[in-house]
């Protein structure tokens, strides 16, 4: 069973910082590309940041150079170090498994930028 379990979501201010966390199991997690999604409401769901395999990052233009994906093969997580945080940011964040024909979806974390 395939389980990806999102955790670091919370209230912050404008210009402060949050670190999203997924851990992952039932995968063979180093074959995956791992990602980071968000859902603001009425809006539909994009594109954050993955990373590959081989450690090939990949970021919205929206959040470049304000946050930093990267993976631990040793733990099977991925995390999001998320810096510099708008009001845009607010959204719930899913933490994505692919690997092509397969992809999986953690259950979202929130997280809510506002003064």
């Known amino acids: 069973q395939v389980q990806l379990v999102e955790s670091g979501g919370g209230l912050v201010q404008p210009g402060g910082s949050l670190r999203l966390s997924c851990k992952a199991s039932?995968?063979?997690?180093?074959?995956?590309?791992m990602g980071w999604y968000r859902q603001a409401p009425g809006k539909q769901r994009e594109l954050v940041a993955t990373?590959?395999?081989?450690?090939?990052?990949n970021y919205a233009d929206s959040v470049k150079g304000r946050f930093t994906i990267s993976r631990d093969g040793a733990k099977n997580t991925v995390s999001l170090q998320m810096n510099s945080l708008k009001p845009e940011d607010t959204a719930v964040y899913y933490c994505n498994a692919d690997r092509q024909i397969f992809t999986y979806w953690g259950q979202g974390t929130q997280v809510t930028v506002s003064s």
């Open positions: 990373v590959t395999s081989g450690g090939t990052t």
């Open positions: 039932g995968i063979i997690f180093s074959r995956y590309t």
